[in-house]
């Protein structure tokens, strides 16, 4: 890897790192949701950053995807939440999260930062995908908690905050061997329920996709904003301006320009916690960029 690109990789992860710190400690029962989302996307900028995505702000059952909503007055309750924040550098990306237990349920945080903490250790030049889901798995079920089988860590990219490889969360027969300059985010995710996700209705975050013919002007309009501001990157529809949005991102999912990341979420009655940090493959171990130094 280029010492450049080294370098907007490791000042985006020190950026994630205060940012996260500062706002794990923010959050606490009775405060508000939006203004702990606005903290970190402000300061990420602040900082010299900027958001690689909307800081998802997910609770109890809700997995991920969740961000407050547009005029959001929500506040933190007794409950499990978990902060998911990426952060880039000219398109160098850094993606870490943590959970806060405001729900008496400490044991089930650990239980997904031991997943992390032990995948870590395997990682290295040469060992496969596989070795650390089964090493996550190992991690989790030594709480007595079952990790979400349908999530997974990810590889990261320029702009490409979702890519190859995917970083099981469990045991797997085949893996992807890594090598020596891979960028991956582990994301380990522990559940007291059934261990795995499904889709709800409702999506606050959208990609840009495809570039495709649309004829409303608030719909081209929006567009425009997009793909000046976010490129391939996702936004939150509270971030968006002009006249008109719900329906020109009704106009731009149709014609298929959008996508939509739904919120993700367990059985009901369920807790999830969630653990992630974003390392860089090397011979012989890794990198955590996403730790403060």
Known sequence: ?????????????EIL?????????????????????????????TLGGEP??????????????????????????????KLDIGVHVDGYIADAAVTVDLSGHPDLAEASAAGLAAAIEVVSAGVTTAE?????????????????????????????????????????DKGVV??????????PFATDGVGRISEAREAEIFSFVAKRPVRSPPARALLKEVQERYSTLPFARRW?????????????LRAGVLHRYPLLVEAEGALVSQAED????????CEVTTRRR
């Open 132 to 172: 650390l889901g089964a090493a996550i798995e190992e991690a989790i079920r030594g709480y007595g908690y079952s990790p979400v089988a349908n999530l997974t860590g990810h590889g990261l990219g320029r702009y490409q905050a979702h890519g190859e490889p995917s970083i099981p969360n469990r045991a797997v």
């Open 1 to 13: 890897m280029e010492s450049e690109v080294l370098e907007k990789y490791r000042k985006a992860g």
């Open 278 to 285: 974003t390392v860089i493959v090397l011979e012989g171990g």
């Open 178 to 187: 890594l090598s020596a300059g891979d960028v991956i985010a582990i994301e």
């Open 52 to 81: 690689a995505f909307p800081c998802n702000i997910s609770r109890d059952r809700v997995a991920a995807h969740d961000t407050p909503r547009p005029g959001d007055d929500g506040v933190f309750g007794e409950e499990m939440v």
């Open 17 to 45: 790192a205060t940012v996260r710190e500062e706002a794990a400690s923010m959050v606490d029962v009775g405060v508000s949701i939006l203004e702990v989302a606005d903290f970190v996307e402000g300061t990420t900028r």
């Open 240 to 252: 968006l301006s002009g006249d008109r949005i719900e329906y020109a991102i009704g106009q731009l």
